[in-house]
């Protein structure tokens, strides 16, 4: 990789003379530990702008007291190594100091769609979330941001909080990347044990579930969302929560119908863990 | 004035071509109505960049229920014309419905500085500006955001955010703009009856007050606080704050010191109107 930068100031610097000279630029906010989710994500980046920004930060603040912010995974070194194989320009990763001030008291906040799903299972998560992505954004100051639909409702939220605060940033969602058997790619799948790991395949198996009751022209939702959360718990997961809902309002769908969003997320031992489709 | 842009979108189309170009943006945000205050602020942008917005819109949602949103002043073809003599550059003047829509849900908040004077007694006030002016910058993408000093919680409220969020925008705060007869220069000046306008010089004389107090040797602020209760009562204007704090916290000061802010706030009849310095 070309540059790694470190505070926020010599970001905005760096961005600034690109803009100014006409170039455009892509970010990929992640927390590290990457992968082949990520990886793709800068590839999508690569082909929308002159340079890519991957953003490296485990955001304190979007983490639960009771969550797994000290062990989650993180491999600086080798982030920045697949950075530079996969030609990212700038690696920009700030330590938490430079990020937050003692005394900062700012927030953005998204009222409506954090309220539901992962938002409803972790209070202040969103906040944290689009707190920070605002802070990125303002700092790399991308034209186009590339989000993966993994986190399919930090995908939503990020789009909305975009709209509603005017950020010229257009976001891109990049479909989820999996394992050969199925499970999602996820940084935090390196925590999990054999059993675990075997366990975890429940989440994709649920969501096949789904696709079949559609195909068989099962239409009860609600129905359908007891017979995932069988299928999750006969995995050895442990349920946080199982929605099946409208794909832009995130409220809950009566109907199992082509367009709406199966979200599962649930724990194999401490590690929690997300899924979805659309169907 | 060279141009008027009216939706988000034509303002950022704007500012993403002069930033390409190398060029420095300022930006003077206003509701408008404008006056000698805001023309002073229009000088400092274009001493500060090569091209200045001036934006134009009276925010919704920093009003009050009960507030004066309805009859603020407004005269778009005047402040047109003044922006025209003054050489500013864009007049962004966008209609309410192209800045919020009906399922808005993002918000900025600032939760500390926010909650005291103006924003004890506006609950929601600065929710509205930190939102507003967030979005501004998205649109305009100032390299440097030119406040009146006349608002001097709203500037330490904004230059927060600004450091919280890390918006690449430098904030300039210029002196507040006076009559000759001492009150400070507000669009809601013409709202006020002769005899309101005779009463509303209360809050210059009690500013003037507490600079002879300091000038004295007083040192006891809750004393002083009071003696420009009195003031206010006696010039026919109803106190909502009478405040000495630390012009960086905003946190009451015990001392009458230099360096203090003096911020009052008071109504003639219907009208508000604030004012304020630093000792």
């Known amino acids: 990789m070309k540059i790694i930068i470190t505070t926020p100031r010599d970001m ?22 990457l992968h082949e989710g990520h990886l793709s ?22 983490f639960g007291p009771g969550e797994d912010y000290a062990v989650y995974p993180r491999d ?69 941001a590339v989000f993966g639909q993994k986190d399919a409702q930090q995908a939503l939220v990020i789009r909305r909080m975009v709209r509603d605060l005017d ?6 969602v990049a479909p989820i990347v999996r394992e050969p058997d199925g499970l999602a790619k996820s940084s935090r799948n390196v925590r999990l044990s054999p059993a675990e790991r075997a366990a975890a395949l429940g989440l994709s198996r649920a969501l096949g579930l789904a696709r079949e009751a559609l195909a068989r022209g099962e239409r009860d939702a609600d129905a359908v969302r007891r017979r995932l959360e ?4 006969a995995s050895g997961l442990r349920t946080d929560y199982v929605e099946i809902v409208d794909t832009r309002t995130l409220e809950p769908a009566p109907l199992l119908a082509p367009g709406v969003l199966v979200a599962l997320a649930a724990f194999a031992g401490r590690t929690r863990l997300i899924d979805n489709c659309e169907l």
């Open 41 to 62: 994500l800068v590839r999508r980046a690569r082909a929308a702008a002159d340079r890519v920004v991957l953003t490296l930060f485990v955001n304190p603040t979007q």
């Open 230 to 233: 069988r299928e999750l718990a």
């Open 76 to 144: 600086p070194a080798r982030d920045q190594a697949l950075c530079e194989a996969e030609g990212v320009d700038v690696l920009f990763m700030p330590a938490a100091a430079d990020m937050y001030a003692p005394d900062a008291s700012t927030a953005v906040v998204e009222e409506a769609l954090s309220r539901r799903l992962c938002g409803a299972s972790r209070p202040g998560h969103f906040r944290g979330v689009c707190t920070v992505v605002a802070k990125l954004f303002n700092c790399v100051r991308p034209d186009v």
């Open 167 to 172: 950020f010229p940033v257009e976001i891109v």
């Open 12 to 33: 905005q610097s760096w961005s600034r003379q690109r803009l100014a000279a006409g170039e455009r630029i892509a970010c990929v906010p992640t927390m590290g530990y």
